[in-house]
């Protein structure tokens, strides 16, 4: 029976950080990375069809695999994840009164972008030589 409550637990809280990883797509005090991972993290102890799904979405499998494997994200990722960072967290200073919450939103761009530039940046000619060479079907551990 506990293997049971463990398996739904984690089935419920992946699910849950998957939600969060989506909404951190739009969000950007929400950071998207660590929710994906820990949602694959999730699946993978609890439910090999929800794990095998995620990481073969057409959305998110490309990046968790990406980051899990390379540690890497392309530069067309960075430059979009940067401007939207940077555009939604400006909208939303101008939108805020309060000085403290101004200041932690900037600090949460700061930590994100320095995130973003210490990662590898795949380049898309990379990412065919690398797709190329391992043809096997992802089905890697995280």
Not at 50 to 65: D, E, M, S, T, V
Not at 89 to 106: A, E, G, K, Q
Request: proline share 3%.
């Amino acid at each position: 029976m506990p293997e049971l409550i463990k398996k739904y637990l984690l089935i419920g809280l992946g699910s849950l950080f998957l939600f969060l990883g989506v909404v951190g797509i739009f969000i950007p005090v929400l950071p998207t990375t660590p929710f994906l991972l820990l949602s694959a993290w999730c699946y993978l102890r609890s439910s090999d069809r929800l794990y095998q799904w995620l990481i073969h979405h057409k959305i998110f499998g490309f990046y968790i695999y990406n980051y899990i494997m390379y540690r890497s994200v392309l530069l067309s990722t960075k430059i979009f994840a940067l401007v939207f960072l940077w555009f939604t967290l400006i909208f939303s200073i101008f939108l805020v009164d309060d000085w403290r919450l101004r200041v932690f939103l900037i600090l949460v761009g700061i930590g994100v972008s320095i995130h973003l530039y210490i990662l590898k940046t795949l380049k898309k000619d990379q990412l065919l030589k690398l797709s190329a060479s391992s043809k096997q079907k992802r089905s890697y551990k995280l």
